[in-house]
């Protein structure tokens, strides 16, 4: 087959794959196109998720004839002249490409007018095939109109998705472009209902609750530089994070929202130690550099970018990030500090571990209510589900291998069984033991016992194999937060909030009807603020959560309306909940079917319900916990997090310097 150069109208249409995948892409091009021109007002009207139109509008400087025209041509821009302009690039759009290749696959319409002009322009295009240039009435600005996307391209049309999801994109097309732009008052309906409302004003802080919710409101300010590097925005305090990190950082450089993943390794390594694993803090930043050390031209879509000196920037990010979080009295654990270090690397300068060993915690108090739980093959033993009456949202860092310094942790030794207190009423019900399965001949093994692929500790070494949990000595409760055992010539640490959340998510997994209990429904509706994109995709799952038992509804905007709840959630923190699931349903996507939407729920009553950290427990508590993690097939808690490490004895005499 002989080469040949490709038609227009074919090159705008391969264009179109790479600058238009959806909705989303139309409103994003549009919008900068918007600001670039500056504009200080924005009315954006989507009509079925944007799949049948999507119109901007702007008070912007407007085109007069020529341009309108010539802005329809293939790298026709007015934004660089020269090779060097292309390197100095300081306006969020440049290639000329994002125009021709979205009027050339949808019905395409431009009134336009320049502010000196006293008529304006509007030009009519098909799939490509300019229809019609008249003079026009209109106000200085620019009006887009993108109608029928992707009718000319059937296959490509076919791959949109869902009504609820193409209109979460578009609004989180719009949330990254105006987050740190609250001057710009903006304005977005879908069939000609207002949907979201940003009046303009001076307060980040505002506009980042408008547009991401209640954790918008809980930010705190950061500024720094660091020579010609400038950095400003609103980043997390600690104990506001999001389980998902595709909707948690909002990153910026030069104005133009980025995936970098110099900038992301930043952020992570500011917050070490501050966010539990698989957590994300929520951040908005504005990274200001010279236009010559930052390369904007490496992807059609703009959002990936280049630095000159990344290795530098980054530390200069993080190290930034950490003393401003300091200065908001955020400080970094103590055990991400100074640690004991084994023989030979420099453990003779190490410093002395302070250990103290005490009777009695001086604890909050607690009200306990017995819950049986049946351990298969076994007698029922008794599990103690206690809790403190101020929870702590967030555990303590996990402990490592090594013993930390400077803190005082304290061993608490196993007490006697409390006198029988009346169950408070806060506390959620106990869920229903399930029948005991029927008796194996093999006897139970513990998530402790070596499986198939032999486990090995921190060290490299082998993990042997270990008694049942029930056969292990318990010596006592370190810090409140971990259960501290013997046995089979180990020392084994139990997080006992993982153990607890193990037991309880398998229990509920057995039964899981008569674990939820049904939906309570309550008295009056709880209103829950959330993000646009966030609320989105919980409606568009309001029938399978109502299967759930979280009867919910939208109410337009970032409001969902809960009616009723499972009944073990009833005393809960519900709005933190539903984010968390939020942000679980937009990772998963449409994949989230039934079945998931039932484990999600399970799987955060579970942590919602179970023993937390930096609770005391009881010598009754705690061995009846290690029953019921003998009847469990998993050694790790619903996030993922391990549910024991185990510490051998020739580990701590090499540790003490005996061998």
């Known amino acids: 087959m002989a080469v040949r150069i490709l038609e227009e109208s074919l090159v705008n249409k391969i264009a179109a794959g790479e600058v238009v995948e959806r909705p ?99 030009v009519v295009v098909d799939g490509g095939k300019l229809l019609a240039v008249e003079p026009a009435g209109c106000a200085p600005g620019t ?92 980043v997390s305090p600690v104990g506001v994070h999001r389980q998902s990190g595709s909707n ?45 050390d930052v390369d904007v031209n490496v992807h059609p879509a703009k959002t990936e970018v280049r630095f000159v000196n990344a290795f530098d920037l980054q530390n200069a990010i993080a190290a930034g990030l950490r003393n401003a979080l300091q200065d908001h009295g955020i400080q970094r654990p103590v055990a991400n500090e100074a640690r004991y270090r084994p023989a030979g690397e420099g453990s003779r300068e190490a410093a002395r571990e302070q250990l103290s060993f005490v009777s009695s915690p001086s604890a909050p108090a607690v009200e306990r209510s017995a819950v049986s739980v049946a351990v298969s093959g076994f007698a029922t033993a008794p599990y103690v589900v206690a809790r403190p009456a101020t929870e702590r949202t967030e555990p303590p860092p996990p402990v490592a291998t090594e013993l930390t310094t400077t803190v005082a942790p304290s061993i608490v030794p196993p007490t006697s069984p409390p006198s029988p207190t009346r169950p408070s009423p806060s506390v959620a019900p106990a869920v229903p033991a399930p029948a005991p399965r029927p008796a194996v001949v093999t006897p139970p093994t513990s998530p402790l016992s070596t499986p198939p692929q032999t486990p090995r500790t921190p060290s490299g070494r082998p993990l042997l194999p270990v008694p049942r949990f029930r ?36 229990r509920l997994q057995r039964d899981p009807k008569s674990a939820l209990g049904g939906s309570q429904r309550l008295l009056m509706p709880l209103l829950v603020e959330l993000s646009p994109a966030r609320a989105k995709v919980l409606a568009a799952n309001a029938d399978r959560l109502n299967e759930s038992g979280l009867d919910v509804s939208h109410l337009g905007g970032g409001t969902i309306a809960v009616h009723g709840v499972p009944v073990p959630l009833a005393d809960r923190n519900v709005p933190a909940i539903l984010a968390d699931m939020a942000d679980d349903l937009m990772d998963g996507g449409p994949g989230h079917l039934a079945q998931g939407i039932l484990d999600l729920v399970l799987a955060t009553l579970a942590c919602h319900t179970s023993i937390r950290a930096n609770q005391p427990l009881d010598d009754r508590e705690m061995k009846g916990l290690l029953e019921a993690l003998d009847d469990v097939d998993h050694a790790v808690c619903a996030h993922g997090r391990p549910v024991a490490i185990r510490l051998e004895v020739g580990e701590l005499e090499r540790r003490f310097h005996r061998t």
Do not use: W
Request: hydrophobic share 40%; proline share 3%; glycine share 8%.
């Open 248 to 292: 948690a950082s909002y990153l910026y450089v030069n104005g133009r929202f980025v995936r970098d993943m110099v900038v992301r390794r930043a952020v992570s390594q500011a917050y070490a130690g501050l966010v539990p694993k698989d957590r994300f803090p929520v951040v908005i930043l504005r990274i200001d550099v010279p236009p010559a």
């Open 143 to 234: 009006d887009i109109s993108v109608g029928s996307l992707f009718f000319n391209v059937p296959a490509r049309r076919k791959f949109l998705r869902s009504v609820d999801t193409e209109l979460g994109h578009c609004i989180e097309a719009v949330t990254r472009e105006l987050l740190i732009r609250p001057h710009v008052d903006l304005e977005v309906t879908h069939d000609d209902r207002l949907h979201l409302r940003c009046a303009r004003t001076d307060d980040h802080r505002r506009r980042a609750a408008e547009l991401l919710g209640p954790h918008g409101e809980a930010l705190v300010p950061v500024s720094f530089a660091r020579g010609t590097l400038k950095v400003e925005g609103l």
């Open 471 to 506: 056969d292990l000595r318990v010596i006592g409760q370190l810090s409140r937060t971990y259960i501290l055992c013997e046995g089979g010539g180990e020392l084994v640490i139990i997080d006992q909030h993982a153990a607890a959340e193990r037991v309880t998510l398998t």
């Open 24 to 122: 989303a892409s139309v409103v994003k091009e549009l919008v900068e196109n918007a600001l670039d021109a500056g504009a200080t007002e924005l009315r954006i009207h989507l009509r079925a998720g944007g799949r049948n139109l999507v119109r901007v509008v702007d008070d912007g400087g407007g085109m007069d004839r020529t341009d309108a025209l010539m802005c329809l041509e293939r790298h026709a821009t007015s934004k660089i002249r020269t090779d060097d302009d292309l390197f100095r690039v300081a306006t969020l759009g440049f290639r000329g490409e994002a125009i021709p290749s979205i009027a050339s696959v949808s019905k395409f319409e431009i009134s336009t007018r320049t502010r000196e002009s006293d008529q304006g322009t509007q």
